[in-house]
């Protein structure tokens, strides 16, 4: 036992060679987790309580229409590709880039959230009148808060940049942003078929 | 008791280190801490609180049922204490308690000198907190929660219960269930992101990884409970019809969303319980824990499996034979990985040289009494006899077997076994072993006759029974038992009490145990470890003497590595499987962000109780403004490599 | 539960001993292990080296219980399957869970309706539909058949058959609020003549007249006060469905969901202070003078 104890192999303490994500990031990717659960279960409530009914959508509520949502839903996926390049760009150090690719973000998601105010005030339904009602608004508005508090970190992210808090290797908090950016545009590639392009399937 | 001595790590100013990382003192430094092991004991001793609280329930609860036809207690009164007694103990004690011996140990234990969110973590225990006297406010304005705990709908909708009672519960779960997340996601990275250089993921020990196996199971079941009780209140105060019927909404959607969670949540309680377990029998009978992969992998196949039961709490509500036969098998097979952790047990006590103290006790205490629980528990798998005895005390005595038994035993055991770390003084043995055994023998008596009484037909959450049922005899042992294990319980507090005075200097290593929070002293300084030790061994204590510690090297990755690092109140972030230094994390000041968005966040839940949009929105507003102030100031802690030098 | 007077409760019986020698087998070898183990490990030397035990934990763990649970599985799907088959010539009977009692009428029959007591031919099946309109419960009769829960919405079926005659007690397993301990009932089994006269002169008839002039003046009262309200009385003016039907009354053995025995004497005391017997129920209390008391209860006990 004495002597038979282990060694420490050497190099344990060497630095890793790998890039690595700050903790913050691991954290935003966590936090998504369970965002993402929040979301599957409200999507798995909505098609139980469709299965549970004999129409859909109750109480003779139209189908949602697409004429609208279907460009706009492709402007928000869009959102993420200036994300994309706004973060090759910092990770070289290009603060510009940054900026302006945030910025491009920023006007499409918020074009975005535009179109969903627009069409809550279109909908003929209030989320009162049935469960259909009830968990289409609760779905869509809880995705449009979501884009609507990525709205607001966009802002924060942009206003850093141009405080001069980032450069090549400290952009963290964008970082983390980025990521959740992009994980409130998948979440509408889910919510999109499920509550839009669902109903028109009969 | 034998004491272990280790050599101490490299010199270091201590004086000074210790100055550097002190709180403020008095109320200011309380408030502000972000020491995980402040606010882990934080968490534990409110936790107890808690727990004393829910047990004197119980025992008034006994007193009302200990004869037919009693008067003791009214039917409305009988029922806000089952349903507060339930909500304590598994949202106000069980769960937060774990986490409370999470938050002390794994930094500990992983030999790093915080969590990875230390501000979040004191966030985290603020809301529990907060979330805590919330629903005991109920008590105040007399409107008790009074739905029972898993509040079934429409028993709790609007229109059966118009009261506030429901609203203090389901609210306060949605608050409550924050404080899981947050806490989950935390120690999730922390475990993944700061273990010292060497303890790659085989070499963790059991209780990490149980309470890794704990977050994640949290992360995806949480948002269910979140759901069922704030849809229920979105039905409650705004007028949705998620599950009114009426209005195309259904009633069994709230059931599934509720067990969703709840039996992830039986596991998310029993996987922790059982790491202490798998910490303590090694400990005390010398000998490494058998089957060390074994029991690691079936606390995730638990974590995984245990998703696939839910059901099973809802074999009556008439859902179609094949669902339910899938389920019922399900829950059978989930006895297989409790099975596997039980023979690494046995093994471990049978080739070791077992030494009862009162932590091993409780230990094999557990073990009796968990045997009977998962026994039981397979029978209401089986379709047919849970149509019998579900809902009936016989499914009362099981799930006590199982979350009082299996649960409470093992966070006993790990009182006795962790305190003198965390105090410095060792509990008195002979009250401990004394307490044990009040314990363990009132226990039996107050829950085994309930499988009787199960039989006899008696169904659960009655407030009486009338006198010709022949319920009376069993039911009065029962009541006895229950103030017997009552009475244990107190020994144990008194013990406590005592020990915080008289009790002997602990020492930094008292078992002869093998994990790194058995390397410094007890108490440990806030800093943990001045500098960070090597690891080479699953059982580094036993296998590595002396014990090495490392040096800060000349990269910036590896400055945090030695005292260095803790004079500049860093702690190193290594990678996620090889362990190897990727940079530094800043351990924050006190600070009081935490606890301001905590209240600010308390103040909304108190606005949608009482439909106070002025205090709903100024609490959002307290929130946001907190929230965005920390945001701002995070940036330098955000990213190793993103500190301004110096 | 283990003193059982049905076929259905008779399978579960079957199955829980079957299961309990199991238990107690599992359990004495196990237990017995643990014991070994601490008293053997307390006298044998140490050693810490990582042991190889693997094979003990993956039999004892593994192989052993997939075994158990395998007769377990099969045990289930085969008692399940046979649980809940239907038969040709079931009776029906539709139970609604109300807040604190058991509305319970014969579809076939008329829809002749009672409360809390339920008949049934003993050595036939009986399909028990069970719903609810207010709030969830559970309907248990435990000497004859498992739970099935009432549930607002949709239509559980619960089969269940009587070998024996008699009473047997049942309540509701659901909690549903504040009297959920007084939701009680009771299911009377007799035999087949017995039974089909019982609910020929009960779906057939217009409904009973008082036999004498207190029962009369009783009839008066009962239509005058805030009774008829609630309560039905078929062949009168009361024609209300908020509480239970009380057209034969006087010839059931309980009252208030099997809380009090059916005497004059407990039914004056319901009638008068229902609040103290089963506290927060929904029944308000009916201030009557002691004449007028004693009228009602002639009446109501009169109906049979």
Known sequence: ?202 | MAVTEHPAPPPVEEPELLELWEDAPGLPGFLSTVDHKRIGLRYIYTCFFFFFAAGLMALVMRGQLARPNSTVLGPQVYNELFTMHGVTMIFLFNTPVLAGFGNYLIPLQLGTRDMAFPRLNAFSYWIFLLGGIFMYSSFLVGKVPDGGWFGYTPLVSRTFSPGLNIDFWGLGIVFTGLSTTVGSINFIVTIFKLRAPGMTLNRMPIFVWSMLVFSFMAIFAVPAVTLATGLNELDRLFGTSFFLPALGGSVLLYQHLFWFWGHPEVYILFVPATGMISQIIPTFSHRALSGYLWVAGALVTVGFISFGVWVHHMFATGLPPVAMAFFSGASLIITIPSGVQFFAWIATMWKGTVKLTTAMLFAIGFLLIFLLGGITGVMVAVLPFDWQVTDSYFVVAHFHYVLNGAVVFPIFGAIYYWMPKMTGRMLSERLGKLSFWVMFVGFNITFFPMHILGFLGMPRRIYTYDNGLGWGGLNAMVSIGSAIFGLGTAITLFNWAWSRRRGAAAGADPWDADSLEWATSSPPPHYNFAAIPLVASRHPLWDQRPLPYAESGEEPETGGLGPGGAVKRETPVTSGIDTRPEGNLEIPHETYLPFIVAVGLAAMFVGLLIKGAVVGVAGIGLAVVGAVWWAWRTEEDLAPSERTPG | MLNTHGPEARTVSGVWWLMFALAAAVYVVVAGFIVIAVLRGRRTGRSKKEPKDDTFVWLGGIVAPVIILGVLAVVTVNTTQALRAAQDGELRIAVVGKRWWWDVSYPDAGGFRTANEIHIPVGRQVDLELTSDNVIHSFWVPQLAGKVDTIPGQVNHLRLTATEPGTYRGQCAEYCGIQHAHMGMVVVAEAPVDFDRWLTRRSTGAGLTPTSDLAARGEVVFLRETCAGCHTVRGTQADAQIGPDLSYFGSRESIASNTLANTPASLARWITEPQSVKPGNLMPPTTLSPEDRAAVVAYLEGLK
């Not at chain 1, 913050?24 to 966590?30: E, K, L, P, T």
Request: net charge positive.
């Open chain 1, 1 to 202: 036992m004495t002597a038979a104890g282990a060694t420490v192999s050497t190099g344990i303490t060497r630095p890793s060679t790998r890039r690595s994500y700050p903790t913050a990031w691991w954290g935003m990717a966590v936090l998504i987790m369970t965002e993402a659960m929040v979301f599957a279960i409200l999507l798995a409530a909505y098609f139980f309580l469709r299965a549970a009914s004999k129409e859909w959508p109750l109480g003779g509520i139209e189908v949602p229409k697409l004429k609208l949502a279907v460009p706009f839903s492709f402007v928000l996926w869009g959102s993420s590709i200036p994300i994309f390049w706004a973060e090759a760009g910092i990770r070289k150090g290009n603060v510009a880039r940054l900026k302006a690719g945030v910025l491009l973000s920023f006007l499409m998601g918020a074009a975005f959230l535009a179109y969903t105010l627009y069409d809550f005030d279109e909908l003929h339904f209030g989320w009162r009148d049935n469960a259909y009602g009830s968990i289409y608004y609760t779905i869509v508005g809880l995705h449009a808060l979501h884009v609507f508090v990525g709205l607001a970190v966009n802002v924060v992210v942009q206003l850093k940049a141009w405080l001069g808090r980032y450069d090549r290797g400290r952009y963290a908090s964008a970082e983390v942003f980025f990521l959740y950016w992009h994980f409130v545009d998948v979440v509408w590639l889910a919510v999109f078929p499920a509550l839009f392009l669902s109903s028109h399937l009969r």
